[in-house]
């Protein structure tokens, strides 16, 4: 049991700190979670008091405090309840292994929230997120500053085991469903992928039908139209390569002895980039393989096609369909993207908290009185922000039931020990605009 208390409830330096104290700017702008013992037996006024101080010193620390313009900012208290209103979790026994799930469901939590960020940016680049909480939307900065515990989603009568097992059910029903309708989406996509318009193409792949339309063709059914079709005869359209029309004109009528004479008709305007050129050639059915063969031989490159002006409309309409279709798709993947990433982001600070309480109520003792907060490191100040915070939060010691084995049992497993509850959490990953990962969205 020593060795699991010691194993998980000590916070590892995270690989988004040592980014960190690189400066880049295009490295996720991380926070950390911490918290300090308060004095025990202090309620109401003197403990809030208490916590007030708390804040104020860490707002003095140079490597903790912005001064960003933006009112009100970091570092924010993080209302984790405490004292009499504090969640339940049961026995010693209970707080050993919720270190275990809540560090799993951390992580998992930490996955579903960046996945649907990417997602939510491939939908809408210049996608703003905001997080949707007690019918109220807000910027995550905003969030934060005010956040509390959500009593009508997770109620503190009911235990932290139990609040976890709900939160990761409804997750894992959100990660879901985003994988369903973005494969719906994908799915849609592909389908309109196969029956657009290849614009750009050359004549030798690209489809006809995009090119022969009723407006090009001519069709008045007489002998000069552009496409001949009875029992025995047909039209068959030929790409031919760049400075070969001269040679084509000379030899086609003697490709086959069933080759309608003079039938040779370039359609005009349509020549590709490459200079390729587009024609058609009337002959009987029967000459249809051989003629195919010889083309062949000389280079000249047959398509299949047969002209309908019927069969033109309903791809139309049918390109018309599955294109609403796709729009319609993205508005709905996007809309549950961004619903989704709100509700999962809710989810993971309630899950932090939970991680908070838990190493406060192992580390400083019952009843639980502790003081949490959301800080962010300056670029490159990492060290400096740890010390500040060490001086500051670090004062109360460990007087919880395994305390005294933080330490040792951070020596013993070659990790960072900090004298105070600390974890890591990057709520965007994705660079834009050339700053750090969810500046922009963080503040806009």
């Known amino acids: 049991r020593q060795q699991l208390f010691c194993k998980h409830s000590i916070a590892p330096i995270s690989p988004g700190e040592r980014r960190a104290c690189v400066g880049s700017m295009s490295a996720p702008r991380e926070f950390w979670i911490v918290a300090g013992g308060c004095s025990k037996g202090q309620q109401g006024d003197l ?29 924010w208290k993080f209302n984790v309840p405490d004292g009499e209103r504090s969640l339940l979790f049961g026995s010693f026994d209970n707080l050993i292994r919720l270190t275990d799930e809540l560090q799993k469901a951390d992580n998992s939590v930490d996955s579903v929230v960046h996945r649907l960020e990417r997602q939510y940016l491939e939908l809408e680049p210049n996608a703003q997120f905001k997080v949707k909480s007690q019918r109220q939307e807000k910027k995550l900065a905003d969030y934060f500053r005010t956040w509390q515990w959500d009593e009508a989603k997770y109620p503190k009568t009911r235990s932290i085991s139990d609040n976890l097992g709900l939160l990761m059910s409804v997750v894992n029903k959100l990660d879901e469903e985003a994988r369903n309708k973005t ?11 196969n029956i657009s318009k290849k614009d750009g193409a050359s004549l030798t792949n690209r489809e006809l039908v995009d090119l022969l339309t009723p407006d090009v063709v001519k069709m008045k059914g007489g002998p000069d139209d552009d496409f001949i079709s009875t029992e025995f005869l047909t039209t068959v359209c030929i790409v031919l390569p760049r400075g070969t029309d001269k040679e084509f004109l000379e030899v086609y009528e003697k490709m086959h002895q069933c080759i309608v004479p003079m039938s040779a008709k370039k359609f005009e305007g349509l020549d590709d980039k490459d200079g390729n ?20 031989e000389k280079r000249y490159i047959v398509r299949d096609f047969e002209y309908s002006e019927d069969g ?9 369909q599955i294109e609403e279709a796709v729009r319609r798709q993205h508005e709905i993947v996007r809309n549950l993207c961004s619903a989704a990433w709100s509700d999962a982001m809710i989810a993971w600070v309630h899950v932090k908290a939970m991680r908070v309480f838990v190493e406060s109520v192992l580390r400083y003792g019952m009843p639980p009185c502790f003081a949490a907060y959301i800080v962010s490191p300056k670029p490159g100040q990492t060290s400096n922000a ?28 070659a990790e960072e020990y900090f004298p105070y509850v600390s974890f890591s959490f990057t709520p965007f990953q994705v660079p834009r605009e050339g700053k750090s990962s969810g500046e922009v969205e963080f503040w806009a």
């Open 47 to 75: 403990s809030s008091q208490e916590k007030e101080a708390y804040r104020t010193e860490l707002r003095k620390a140079p490597a903790l405090a912005h001064k960003s313009g933006h009112a009100d900012a970091s570092p």
């Open 277 to 296: 050129s587009l024609w058609r050639v009337v002959m009987f059915k029967t000459a249809v393989e051989d003629f195919k063969k010889k083309c062949r």
């Open 386 to 413: 740890r010390k500040a915070l060490a001086d500051i939060l670090g004062r109360q010691g460990n007087a919880g039931p395994g305390g005294d084995k933080m330490a040792a049992g951070a020596d013993d497993d």
């Open 183 to 193: 494969a719906s989406y994908t799915e849609y996509k592909s389908q309109r992928a």
């Open 312 to 320: 033109y409309k309903r791809l139309k309409s049918q390109r018309e």
